[in-house]
């Protein structure tokens, strides 16, 4: 395949996740967040800065996010 060696790599996500597309990174969300009008609250900043300082792994931090909003 050939392809125009100045394009942009794209990162791919996991072929186990049953979609193909890429990844945007957290800084180029929030911009595109903003746009739509969308703002994180002060407790979803505070759980990303807890996933940060403790390393956690992706899954990690999508069981902290379902945590915080299932109900019981």
């Given at each position: 395949?050939?392809?125009?060696?100045?394009?942009?790599?794209?990162?791919?996500?996991?072929?186990?996740?049953?979609?193909?597309?890429?990844?945007?990174?957290?800084?180029?969300?929030?911009?595109?967040?903003?746009?739509?009008?969308?703002e994180?609250?002060?407790?979803?900043?505070?759980?990303?800065?807890?996933?940060?300082?403790?390393?956690?792994?992706?899954?990690?931090?999508?069981?902290?996010?379902?945590?915080?909003?299932?109900?019981?």
């Amino acid at each position: 395949m050939w392809y125009q060696s100045s394009m942009a790599s794209q990162k791919t996500t996991s072929k186990k996740a049953g979609g193909s597309g890429f990844v945007l990174g957290r800084e180029r969300f929030e911009k595109i967040s903003a746009v739509e009008g969308i703002e994180l609250s002060n407790a979803m900043k505070k759980r990303i800065r807890d996933s940060d300082r403790k390393g956690l792994s992706p899954e990690a931090r999508r069981a902290a996010i379902i945590r915080a909003h299932s109900k019981g």
